[in-house]
């Protein structure tokens, strides 16, 4: 089992930043391939970012290309999503999974955490 603690959610205007983390106390976190997903109200849980286990490999939403930046430090044992231009729309609970698989699709992810939520004012 692989407890994810996300942390860096709150409210910001239109236009702003914000930094997620996710963190995990399990050593084997480097096996692992991250992703961020989001989910507002009343809709699917979409994809946003993901990072394979080195680093090595990643993608992004077509939503989000270009402001935002997954990343991860395996010393650390953390994974971020820097958010920048943030819109109202990006508004969302915003949840970390780690995975045995690269994947974009939130049906084949294994574990997850429990969510910040992140909210953008026009």
């Known amino acids: 089992q692989v407890q994810l603690v996300e942390s860096g959610g709150g409210l910001v205007q239109a236009g702003g930043s914000l930094r997620l983390s996710c963190a995990t106390s399990?050593?084997?976190?480097?096996?692992?391939?991250m992703g961020w997903f989001r989910q507002a109200p009343g809709k699917e849980r979409e994809f946003v970012a993901a990072?394979?286990?080195?680093?090595?490999?990643?993608t992004y939403a077509d939503s989000v290309k270009g402001r935002f930046t997954i990343s991860r430090d395996n010393a650390k044992n953390t994974v971020h999503l820097q958010m920048n231009s943030l819109k109202p729309e990006d508004t969302a609970v915003y949840y970390c999974?780690?995975?045995?698989?690269?994947?974009?699709?939130?049906?084949?992810?294994?574990?997850w955490g429990q969510g910040t939520q992140v909210t953008v004012s026009s």
């Open positions: 999974a780690a995975n045995y698989r690269f994947t974009t699709n939130y049906a084949d992810c294994d574990y």
């Open positions: 399990r050593r084997t976190f480097s096996r692992y391939h």
């Open positions: 990072i394979n286990w080195s680093g090595g490999s990643i």
